[in-house]
């Protein structure tokens, strides 16, 4: 795939902390209730770490209980893509930053309580966020 932002994995390992390697550029995942974004409630944007990429608003997260910030919709236009995810014997939807690829977690349709019914559950570790 040809991301906007393309570089070598040595580049990519070289930015990047271990942790947001592994989740970002291997598909990892951070241990649930752990990440500093999963209680932000401010109004503000969130980001890819990797490449800055504007991803959510934070008028579409809400408290999925599950451990990881959940988002019921990315920000406007394509700021992720979805991909067929049949690793660890399952068949899921991961969620990548479309303008460099980076994992951020995975898309479900469990959340009747919001106005898509979707839970975009994502890695904090993968994500910044910019206060208003």
Known sequence: MNYQVSKS?????EELDPMEFHV????????????????????GTFCCRGCGAELFKSETKFDAHCGWPSFYAP????????IEDRSHGMVRTE???SNCGGHLGHLFDDAPQTPTG???????????FTEE
């Open 75 to 82: 920000k406007a236009g394509d700021a992720v893509e979805l």
């Open 95 to 97: 969620v990548r930053c």
């Open 118 to 128: 979707d839970r975009f559950c994502i890695n904090s570790v993968s994500i910044t």
């Open 9 to 13: 994995e040595e580049q990519w390992r």
């Open 24 to 43: 970002l550029r291997e598909a990892g995942t951070e241990r649930a209730g752990t990440g500093e974004l999963l209680n932000e409630n401010r109004l």
